[in-house]
């Protein structure tokens, strides 16, 4: 009866220990992606007190809210702790390269411009000004569509992720266990996020062509060029950053499942 009770607290740890990130956690990865994605920032990014390019993205605790939920407006990433709570590592640094994601790729942006063309409204052209100020350009290729464009936030996400040394195909795993693990998930924007089955299937092939590219040394930048540095000098600047250990690391081989349980 003892070891019973015994192994019940052990797995109780280890699957605690597969969650939490802390807001720790939340720094490390907020310097780490703010490092690989400079390239990608264009003005939201500034030279560093070493004279090194950072994105300036801001990311944000919010506290406790009632639900597991991030986002990005203007410039700056946004956590919930119900989120923070229940994710490890890799799959922080994935929901937060998502989110670095939308606003280096003008998202926001593009969503207001569509909005404002649709139904112009004065609250929404100072929102789409200030938004024209601080905020990346969009590509001229950006998708219409709202699912299409979380997909490319998840791809280059992703990338992200991995260039900074979080394992990518754990990252991507979040997608199978989301809905079960996060607090108000089944609530998460239906109408605009494809359905959890799809981010899976799209994060799984993502994270296999990363570390193919990474196996045969070349770099693992997404194919599309809609998803690539804007300028080809910040191109050159993606490719001196390129880190191979850090590489390594993303794509380093998963324990066979059953290893990994109590
Ligand atoms: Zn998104």
Known sequence: MRWRF????????????????????????ETALRRVAAPWCGRLAAL?????????????????????????????????????A??????????????LAHLVLGHGLFKLRQQQALAPNEMRGMALSLAERVGVEPHEHTPAGPRAQELDADT???????????????????????????PGWT?????????DARRL???????????????????????EDRLLPAYELSR?????????????KACRKLPPARASRP
Do not use: K
């Not at 004279?51 to 506290?63: A, H, I, K, M, T």
């Not at 992703?158 to 989301?178: E, I, K, N, P, S």
């Not at 050159?236 to 390594?248: H, I, K, Q, S, V």
């Open 6 to 29: 015994l192994l019940a607290l052990a797995s109780a740890s280890i699957s605690f220990a597969a969650g939490a990130a802390t807001r720790d956690d939340l720094a490390r990865v």
């Open 48 to 84: 560093d007190a070493q004279g090194q390019r950072r994105c300036n993205v801001s990311f944000e605790n919010l506290g406790p809210v009632g639900g597991g939920s991030a986002f990005a407006l203007l410039d700056g990433t946004h956590i919930t702790d119900e989120l923070l």
């Open 86 to 99: 229940v994710l490890s590592i890799d799959e922080l640094a994935a929901v937060m390269g998502h989110e």
């Open 156 to 182: 280059l996400g992703l990338v992200f992720a991995g260039m900074a040394g979080y394992d990518v195909r754990r990252g991507a795993a979040l997608w199978r266990t989301a809905a079960a693990r996060i």
């Open 187 to 195: 609530a998460h924007g239906g109408a605009t996020h494809p359905d």
């Open 201 to 223: 299937a799209h994060a799984t092939q993502v994270a296999a062509a990363f570390c193919r590219a990474v196996a045969a040394s070349r770099p693992p930048w997404p194919a």
């Open 236 to 248: 050159d600047e993606a490719l001196r950053l390129l880190d191979p250990t850090a590489l390594a």
